[in-house]
């Protein structure tokens, strides 16, 4: 459950994140309503994912490492913004991170 959890505010943040994109290029009221929403459920998910047992340096890790490697891809799709060869391999190091992290809490 607590995975559920990370998920969720993982996609939570993701929201917020993309939503303040739009609010900063002179979107309406709507999106700093949508910035806001999303990083109050952001927080609360992960919260519930600590609290069904996950620990907290891997929920934070992988929770901000995933954040950012999504954002860089959504931005990507969404807003065109360049994905230079350099940021894959960041993207890749953010996912072997999120890996050593994951194992290492188990182990």
């Avoid at 990370?6 to 917020?16: H, R």
């Avoid at 900063?24 to 600590?50: N, Q």
């Avoid at 620990?55 to 890790?61: D, I, M």
């Avoid at 950012?68 to 360049?82: G, N, Q, S, T």
Wanted: charged share 5%.
């Amino acid at each position: 459950m607590s995975w559920i959890f990370l998920a969720c505010g993982i996609l939570s943040g993701l929201s917020g994140t993309l939503s303040l994109r739009m609010a900063s290029h002179g979107g309406t009221k709507k999106w700093y309503i949508a910035v806001c929403t999303g990083y109050v459920l952001a927080f609360s998910f992960l919260t519930l994912a600590l609290q069904h047992g996950m620990p907290l340096g891997a929920a934070y890790g992988i929770w901000a490492a995933s954040g950012i490697a999504l954002a860089a891809l959504a931005a990507r799709v969404l807003f065109r913004e360049p994905l230079t060869k350099v940021m894959g391999l960041g993207i890749g190091l953010i996912v072997a991170g999120v890996l050593c992290i994951e194992n290492g809490a188990v182990h």
